[in-house]
């Protein structure tokens, strides 16, 4: 059974909760990706809500967060992302996000960069159709590059 998920636009009274899953340790380490300050945080979300090519979406159950996603421009790539809370991980929160998410932004080719060791995401993004495009050493992680091109 598909979890059921509201995405909604991102609004400021959901980044104290947002700020608190991107903070826990573990979810950094799974997402290879290293944690923001409350500062540097909210100077991040200033700059998205700025850019008029990102797309963020809040991550609903009933009635409370349990994530994001989105999607952005970066050197003429598409590129999309998402940050479920650990307490929620399993439940199939970001594959319901994610397939909901492709028809909201329907920019194709979609690209999307996963940690080797991030065994959850992969299989999230394989299920909604990404498929492996390259993998890349980047500092000490291995980063896959997995593409979504209809």
């Known amino acids: 059974m598909m979890a ?6 991102t609004i400021d009274a959901d980044l104290g909760t947002l700020f608190e899953f991107q903070a826990d340790p ?3 380490a799974m997402a290879a990706f290293p944690s923001r300050d409350l500062p540097a945080f909210l100077e991040r979300e200033a700059k998205t809500k700025a ?26 790539e ?4 998402f940050w479920i809370g650990r307490d929620h991980w399993g439940n199939g929160y970001a594959t319901a996000a994610l397939r909901a998410f492709l028809d909201i932004d329907l920019h194709r080719p979609l690209h999307a ?3 080797d ?8 993004l394989e299920k909604c159709g990404f498929v492996l495009d390259h993998s890349a050493q980047e500092e000490d992680v291995l980063e896959h590059v997995l593409v979504l091109t209809d």
Do not use: C, F, M, Y
């Open 26 to 28: 573990e979810a950094s």
């Open 117 to 124: 060791h991030n065994v959850g995401s992969r299989r999230v």
């Open 51 to 76: 850019d008029p090519s990102a797309i963020k979406r809040t991550i609903v159950v009933g009635g409370g967060i349990v994530g994001w996603i989105g999607s952005w421009e970066v050197e003429g």
């Open 113 to 115: 960069h996963v940690a």
């Open 4 to 9: 059921q998920v509201a995405l909604r636009e």
């Open 78 to 81: 598409r590129d999309v992302g």
